[in-house]
T-cell receptor, first 112, second 113 residues
Framework: GESVGLHLPTLSVQEGDNSIINCAYS??????FIWYKQESGKGPQFIIDIRSNMDKRQGQRVTVLLNKTVKHLSLQIAATQPGDSAVYFCAEIRGGADGLTFGKGTHLIIQP | EPEVTQTPSHQVTQMGQEVILRCVPI?????FYWYRQILGQKVEFLVSFYNNEISEKSEIFDDQFSVERPDGSNFTLKIRSTKLEDSAMYFC???????????FGQGTRLTVV
């Protein structure tokens, strides 16, 4: 069935390096995408969002890229810090729906 | 910064018992949601609520589940007869509008024994 999924379950990067977390989606009717960060024992925390009429959006140290042609979403984190260690989920809202459909999550590990 | 609050943080219940999970959404938000996350798995949508009625529900949200907004601030999820497989983290979320960022609470860990 159609779903949002992630390419890598775990990503390990050196502190200070840039991180790129990838996400594939299969529903071309999805028009809104969000990246969430989840630390252990906590709820998902909003990072950044993007709508389907855009291909790039920047926040503080984060950039989301959307490639609708290949149905691919990525989250770039610049100069990763120890506090960036968490599980990152992409989520989509399929056209006309209310609820978010989450991907499986990528665990980002920051090496000192 | 306004936040979504959930109580209790952890609930242990016996199989077959009823539980009520409570949430206080952000005060100026109009859309409310419940999600669940089974340990080690992804977050799954259960239900959305707007204008005092269910707006959308997933196939997980069967007849044993119900939601209510009993007053102007609380939003509850009731599970009528809990099963072992209901054990999960339950997250409440709220948003100002549909298709905008949803803010999540810290979750209630439900353990059914």
């Amino acid at each position: 069935g159609e779903s949002v999924g992630l390419h890598l379950p775990t990503l390990s990067v050196q502190e200070g390096d840039n991180s790129i977390i990838n996400c594939a989606y299969s529903n071309s009717a999805s028009d809104y995408f969000i990246w969430y960060k989840q630390e252990s024992g906590k709820g998902p925390q909003f990072i950044i969002d993007i709508r389907s009429n855009m291909d790039k959006r920047q926040g503080q140290r984060v950039t989301v890229l959307l490639n609708k042609t290949v149905k691919h979403l990525s989250l770039q984190i610049a100069a990763t810090q120890p506090g960036d260690s968490a599980v990152y989920f992409c989520a989509e809202i399929r056209g006309g729906a209310d609820g978010l459909t989450f991907g499986k999550g990528t665990h980002l590990i920051i090496q000192p | 910064e306004p936040e979504v609050t959930q109580t209790p943080s952890h609930q242990v219940t016996q199989m077959g018992q009823e539980v009520i999970l409570r949430c206080v959404p952000i005060s100026n938000h109009l859309y409310f949601y419940w999600y669940r996350q089974i340990l080690g798995q992804k977050v799954e949508f259960l239900v959305s609520f707007y204008n005092n009625e269910i707006s959308e529900k997933s196939e997980i949200f069967d007849d044993q589940f119900s939601v209510e907004r009993p007053d102007g601030s609380n939003f509850t999820l009731k599970i009528r007869s809990t099963k072992l497989e209901d054990s999960a983290m339950y997250f409440c979320a709220s948003s100002q509008e549909v298709n905008t960022e949803a803010f999540f609470g810290q979750g209630t860990r439900l353990t059914v024994v």
